[in-house]
Each structure stands twice: as structure tokens, then as C-alpha cells.
């Protein structure tokens, strides 16, 4: 009998650390709830992607040239090409902004931490400030930025 006891003693103990060991299984609906929490999370982002990009659209020109600017002074190049590019683009922006946007793009593909620098495109850039806007602030940067890059090539 003492027998039996020890042995429904040792017996118990078992179960009861194999029960804290033992893993949960995965339960479908959890699984569900989860992947459509993912769902909704990606949707709630692209929402406010679109909301943030649509109060960009909205702001001035001044505003989208300073974001190009703060993008470029981050390190996200591509992101201030593409607002730069948006800028000149639009004939209804004044031709101070449109020029500035040039001469930007170009500062940024001669820029030596730009992955994709390009001093053909820096050029095309430059030459058409100068082309477009002689009376730009930018013109004499743009002319020097042009003696720079054919000194360096």
C-alpha cells in the first residue's frame, strides 16, 4: 500500500510538470484573428500613406520645395528627386521654385554619398537652369557646379 502511494505521489508530479511543458497547439481561430489583425494593419497603413501623401499634394509649393530639401538633408535622395521632379514639372509654379528644383536634382545626382550619382544627368540639369532661367539666383551655382563636375571627369 505505502507502495501505491509513493507511486500516485510520483505519479502526480509527473502530470503536473508535463502539463507546463506540454506546448499549446495552434488554434485555427487564433490563426485567423491574427492573419486578419496583419490584414487590417496593412490597409490602416496604406490608408494613412495615402492621407499623408494626399496633405502633401495639398500643401504650396514652398512647402513640397522644403520637404524636398529636409528628404535630401535625411539622406533620401530618390524621395526629393521625385518632389524636385514634381515641382519643375508643374508650368504653374513660379519659375524661382521650378529652377531651385532643377538646380537641386542636380546638386543631388553630383552628390558623392548618392548611390546613383550621375554627372551626365547633374549636367543636363544644370544646363537646362541655365537654358531655362538666366535669371535665377541658381545661375552662377549652376555655372560653377559645371566647371566642377568637368574638372572631375
Known amino acids: 500500500m505505502r507502495n501505491v502511494g509513493i507511486v ?6 509527473v502530470l ?6 506540454v506546448q499549446k497547439e495552434k488554434d485555427p ?4 484573428e491574427k492573419e486578419s489583425q496583419d490584414q487590417w494593419w496593412d490597409v490602416a497603413t496604406e490608408v494613412l500613406e495615402n492621407l499623408q501623401n ?3 499634394y495639398s500643401k ?3 512647402d513640397q520645395l522644403r520637404y524636398a530639401k529636409h528628404a535630401a538633408s535625411k539622406g533620401d535622395y530618390d524621395l526629393a528627386i521625385a518632389v524636385y521632379s514634381k515641382l519643375y514639372k508643374d508650368e ?6 521650378r529652377a531651385e528644383a532643377l538646380f537641386r536634382s542636380g546638386k543631388i545626382y553630383s552628390n558623392l554619398l548618392y548611390l546613383y550619382k550621375d554627372y551626365d544627368k547633374a549636367l543636363y540639369f544644370f544646363e537646362k537652369l541655365i537654358a531655362e532661367f538666366p535669371d535665377s539666383q541658381f545661375h552662377t551655382d549652376a555655372e560653377q557646379s559645371i566647371k566642377n563636375i568637368h574638372k572631375i571627369k
Open 8 to 13: 500516485l505521489l510520483l505519479l502526480s508530479l
Open 16 to 21: 503536473s510538470c508535463s502539463t507546463r511543458v
Open 29 to 32: 481561430i487564433e490563426e485567423q
Open 54 to 56: 494626399a496633405e502633401f
Open 60 to 62: 504650396s509649393p514652398e
Open 92 to 97: 504653374s509654379n513660379d519659375a524661382a521654385i
